[in-house]
């Protein structure tokens, strides 16, 4: 067996209502009942590469914050709203490229 680089655990709520959680190589997306996440595990050896993706994603998405708070402080016009979905959608393109 190879070893995988991300793996899944079923959310915890599963513990609570008195099942056993397992384990899957694939995401099986939240609970149907209360909508909590798998819980994320990933190769001890990935780690530091994942720190680094989130924490640039982290800096991207307080520019982009930070970028907003700015044109919050001018006066309000009609293209600011335009302008602040904008730089959000910019943020959010960047998070999908990396
Ligand atoms: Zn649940």
Known sequence: ????????LQPRCYEEAGEDRHWCQDDQGPCEDCGMPSVKYILASQHE???AKLREQLGKAKS??????????????????????RITEVALSDEKNT
């Open 1 to 8: 067996m190879s070893d995988h680089r991300v793996i899944w």
């Open 64 to 85: 982009a914050l930070f970028r907003i708070m700015d044109l919050a402080e001018a006066p309000a016009s009609e293209g600011l709203l335009d302008e602040i979905q």
């Open 49 to 51: 590469a994942e720190i």
